[in-house]
């Protein structure tokens, strides 16, 4: 288990602090997608789809926003809120309540490609930290 101290110094280290900035893009990129739902640019009225897609989609506007601005300004705290805040608001829904974002075949695939990616972009900031890198 990582101290504060863990997350703190790394991410004062050039390739660690790096990698920081690049995942808060990749935070600010989701939440424009959550937008694009949210406006109904993905395809699906949003008003049309189900409650909890919409209360997820807030929600992880909200969580995406948040945890990219906090990366960005290397707060030592973003990394424990960007690791919890994936794992309870992504793979805990999505693999536990996962038939509930699945309605057609398609949509598993695209969250297996969601959790992998996110899977090797955690793991790989997980071990940047422990190599303090």
Not at 30 to 46: C, D, I, R, S
Not at 83 to 102: A, K
Request: hydrophobic content about 55%.
């Amino acid at each position: 288990m990582m101290n504060q101290e863990a997350c703190d110094l790394p991410l004062q280290q050039p390739w660690t602090s790096a990698y920081a900035r690049m995942m808060a893009l990749v935070l600010l990129y989701g939440a424009t997608v959550h937008v694009g739902n949210m406006a109904g640019l993905t395809g699906t009225p949003w008003m049309s789809t189900p409650l909890l897609w919409r209360g997820m989609d807030v929600t992880l506007l909200l969580f995406d926003v948040t945890a990219a601005i906090a990366l960005w300004r290397r707060l030592a705290w973003s990394v424990w809120f960007m690791f919890g805040g994936i794992v309870l608001l992504q793979f805990v829904p999505y693999t536990l309540l996962r038939s509930h974002f699945v309605l057609k075949p398609e949509d598993a695939q695209t969250l297996n490609g969601l959790l992998a990616t996110e899977a090797l972009l955690l793991g790989f900031f997980a071990l940047l930290l422990w190599l303090k890198k």
